[in-house]
Antibody
């Protein structure tokens, strides 16, 4: 069974940092691109970042470029999102999502990041 | 950045109805369009990919059509479980963008 499980969310002050992790299982992790999508409270979905299977290509939304860094460890079947210089507008549920030829077929349950003083 | 616009933003319907949601792209995305369903407090679920391909396990009352800049998601014979928010997403070019969502409510 395919599973992706996020962790690492929490409350952080503006300007602070947080590292999200995503543990994947049930599929050949190293063969799939992986993605982060977020959803602010009561709002729609926003794509955040994508990383190809071998980390050859990495993409970021303009809203996070220069502050967030995505990475993966295929030996550990894990995806990460290092978030620095956090702002109130980064408050959201962050989803780890498997990419399959571009579309997103498996989503984690999400982890809540709250940026507040 | 490609803008995705869904209409309507809110939709009221009854069990048994047929409903259609439209998604328009600001430029062509070919067939690279997906539809997701999201229920409150839950992660989105893939329904349709490549504009009209039904994801495994999704009921056949869901269907997608379109190409280029105009797409539709149709649900025939609405079931109680279908009341949710629906999002389209283009995956033709980065940044992959979502529509603002269509909330389908019970009339």
């Amino acid at each position: 069974e395919v599973q992706v499980v996020e962790s690492g969310g929490g409350l952080v002050k503006p300007g602070g940092s947080l590292r999200l992790s995503c543990a994947a299982s049930g599929f050949p992790f190293s063969s799939f691109s992986m993605n982060w999508v977020r959803q602010a409270p009561g709002k729609g979905l926003e794509w955040v970042s994508s990383i190809t299977s071998s980390s050859s290509y990495i993409y970021y939304a303009d809203s996070v470029r220069g502050r967030f860094t995505v990475s993966r460890d295929n030996a550990k079947n894990s995806l990460y999102l290092q978030m620095n210089s956090l702002r109130a507008e980064d408050t959201a549920v962050y989803y780890c999502v498997r990419g399959n030829s571009g579309y997103y077929d498996y989503w984690g349950q999400g982890t809540l990041v709250t940026v507040s003083s | 950045e490609i803008q995705m616009t869904q209409s309507p933003s809110n939709l009221s319907a009854s069990v048994g109805d047929r409903v259609t949601i439209t998604c328009r792209a600001s430029q062509s995305v070919s067939w690279w369009l997906a539809w997701y369903q999201q229920k409150p407090g839950k992660a989105p679920k893939l329904l349709i990919y490549k504009a009209s391909s039904l994801e495994t396990g999704v009921p056949s009352r869901f269907s997608g059509s379109g190409s280029g800049t105009e797409f539709t998601l149709t649900i025939t014979t609405l079931q109680p479980d279908d009341f949710a928010t629906y999002y389209c997403q283009q995956y033709n070019v980065y940044p992959y963008t979502f529509g603002q969502g269509t909330k389908l409510e019970i009339k």
